[in-house]
């Protein structure tokens, strides 16, 4: 398997502007996370879906903030409009099952917003 | 609210050293403890997972232990090298299928 795929690698925006980020997880993974990394704040999860569903959104930012789980092979993190206090490194995750625990990352999306 | 707390920040030894990575969490009640290793811009490789039930596991010169009732663990590199620089990072989850939640990592450089 490939491991979990983002995409862009780099997203550099100018403030206002719409971001989308993208993830593919393995397969056969049924939960999905997205998490931020900061130098200040280290990682923290955004939302976690499973089995397409989102179950715990209550780390997303604020309303600028939607994540979506369309099937199992892709998700999507939005950010509209974007702001400076967005740039960071944005990780997504996958994982099989809910007791194996064993978490999958992707090389992440590193985004700037100037 | 689960707090994960790694000790020191950065750490750095010279090649051949034993050396021992902390973590302390806030809520004793965990489900599995897991430990990480992130080079510098990449994503994140789980190392070592811990049930609640186990007290240590062990992956090569790698051996991580777990106390729950003092909400610790340690992560044991024995005979370190110059390849082993990288943050590490621990992360708890509280219940089963629920998410990680990580400390802020230690960064470890091993000199030759």
């Known amino acids: 398997d490939a491991g979990v795929i983002q995409s862009p690698r780099h997203e550099v925006t100018e403030m206002g502007q719409e971001v989308t980020l993208r993830c593919k997880p393995i397969s056969g993974h049924d939960y999905l996370f997205w998490y931020r990394q900061t130098m200040m704040r280290g990682l923290e999860l955004l939302i976690y879906?499973?089995?397409?569903?989102?179950?715990?959104d209550s780390g997303m930012p604020e309303d600028r903030f939607s994540a979506k789980m369309p099937n199992a092979s892709f998700s999507t993190l939005k950010i509209q409009p974007s702001e400076p206090r967005d740039s960071a490194v944005y990780f997504c995750?996958?994982?099989?099952?809910?007791?194996?625990?064993?978490?999958?990352f992707g090389e992440g999306s590193r985004l700037t917003v100037l | 609210k689960q707090e994960v707390t790694q000790i020191p920040a950065a750490l750095s030894v010279p090649e051949g050293e034993n050396l021992v990575l902390n973590c302390s969490f806030t809520d004793s009640a965990i489900y599995n403890l897991q430990w990480f290793r992130q080079d510098p811009g990449k994503g994140l490789t789980s190392l070592l997972l811990?049930?609640?039930?186990?007290r240590e596991q062990t992956s090569g010169r790698l051996n991580a232990s777990l106390d729950k009732s003092s909400g610790r663990s340690t992560l044991y590199i024995a005979a370190s090298q110059p390849g082993d620089s990288a943050t590490y990072l621990c992360?708890?989850?509280?219940?089963?299928?629920?998410?990680?939640?990580f400390g802020k990592g230690t960064t470890l450089s091993v000199s030759s």
């Open positions: 811990i049930q609640s039930s186990q």
């Open positions: 992360a708890v989850s509280n219940q089963a299928g629920t998410a990680l939640i």
């Open positions: 995750a996958s994982r099989r099952g809910r007791d194996t625990g064993e978490l999958f």
């Open positions: 879906f499973n089995n397409n569903v989102p179950i715990d």
